[in-house]
């Protein structure tokens, strides 16, 4: 019932800038009371949580991307962004957003950064 859909991966070059957008169905009413994480896989790696946002509004970061990506909620429009700026190679990954609500997970979005 729960479902995620991914947008917003692409190409870019060291230094730049990319924001992705996760657009969240079948929570109903309860949008804003759920956590939703973003998390990367690159080549070779496990998964890693590198964003989440909480009910409550709490934030979580790792310290990989602190200080360069933001995670941002618009209940109003069941949507949950990544904004990535000062992006390098070392981010490039495939990135997957996550509501534990149904153990639900989009569809992974490619991010390549290139140096």
């Known amino acids: 019932q729960v479902q995620l859909v991914e947008s917003g991966g692409g190409l870019v070059t060291a230094g730049g800038s990319l924001r992705l957008s996760c657009a969240v169905s079948?929570?109903?009413?309860?949008?804003?009371?759920?956590?939703i994480g973003w998390f990367r896989q690159a080549p070779g790696k496990e998964l890693l949580l590198i964003a989440r946002v909480y009910g409550g509004g709490k934030i979580f970061y790792d310290d990989s991307v602190k200080g360069r990506f933001t995670i941002s909620r618009d209940n109003a429009k069941n949507t949950v962004y990544l904004q990535m700026n000062s992006l390098k190679p070392q981010d490039t990954a495939v990135y997957y957003c996550h509501i534990p609500f149904g153990n639900a997970w989009g569809q992974g979005t490619q991010v390549t950064v290139s140096s």
């Open positions: 079948g929570t109903g009413s309860t949008f804003s009371t759920h956590a």
